[in-house]
């Protein structure tokens, strides 16, 4: 047995495609004694029914066969599987298909019959070789997707538990986080930021008031005006919501959104004060849709505004609450989407 070659146990099948019996006997015999498993056919057309039906690693294929042709066989062959490696086995130089077929159907390679059947051996050797990198890449592929999927669930589950505590803390401002993340992502997209962006802004949206959780009801359900203290206690809440989401190092992205969206665009923002692009891009986006949704929004002591008075409200604070550049693009949303907005607003009155 040869160096090296790849062994029946490793499981490769081959089917030998050839009209004349005698060819495959002695192909298969000799592939036999090399340790291999080999199946042969000597009608075409059955042959083509055996791939359908059973799986092979490679198949030798005779070229000029009847009642088909070898190239018309792979014709068929590729309808329905693309993975199979082939070999087409020519019985003189003639004979050699041309070059676009081969490439047209994805033959991976081609040998003359001859008394040396060396030649053949190297070629199924490195055949095998090739479908065995094909099989471990497949593999790890599969491997990899599962793990990603796995990921992907663990994800949605830790942002749906939060999204129950960030609830239960909503009630008095019904369905802000949710709004609040739906108009983010819109001007996410508005100032064309890339899809993986405007679902980590939508995330940021959802969770950006998440340090509520850490603020007495009494003070956030207050219906009268707070006290400096309670302001200041109020205040605490965008550090306290970056420290929970710090728990969870997969929303390490949004942390920028919960700890900077209450930052003023003029410097006179809480917690750091920061100014201008100081305040991190995603921050800045959540703030104005933060704003806006305040703005809309019924309150136990007071109606919400309309869209344009919060609109002519946005324009006034350009520069100083707000970036300018981000809230003249929520400004368009506005003006062109209107009907979205408005029934985003109704969903929470
Ligand atoms: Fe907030
Ligand atoms: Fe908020």
Known sequence: MRKNQIRSEDGYKILVVDDEQGIIDSISIFLKRSGYNVFGITNPLEAIEQIRRENFDLLILDYIMTPIHGDKVIEEVRKFNKDLYI???TGHKDLVPPLETIK???IQGYCE???NPNQLLLLIESALKSVEQVKTIKKINTELKISQDKLADAYMGTVEALRVAVDAKDTYTKGHSDRVAYYSKLLAK???LTSQEQERIYIGGLFHDIGKIGIPDSILQKPEQLTNEEYSE???HPLIGAQIINAASIFE???PIVKSHH?????KGYPNGLKGDEIPIYARIVAIADSFDAMTSDRQYRKGMTIDAAKTEIIRNIDT???GNIARAFVKILERDRKIIEEAIMLGR
Not at 263 to 267: F, H, Q
């Open 87 to 89: 070999l087409l086995l």
């Open 104 to 106: 047209k159907y994805d």
């Open 113 to 115: 019959k001859s008394d």
């Open 190 to 192: 508005e100032i064309n």
């Open 234 to 236: 109020i205040k605490n």
């Open 253 to 255: 992205d949004i942390i």
């Open 263 to 267: 930052e003023r665009y003029d410097g």
């Open 321 to 323: 609450q707000f970036d």
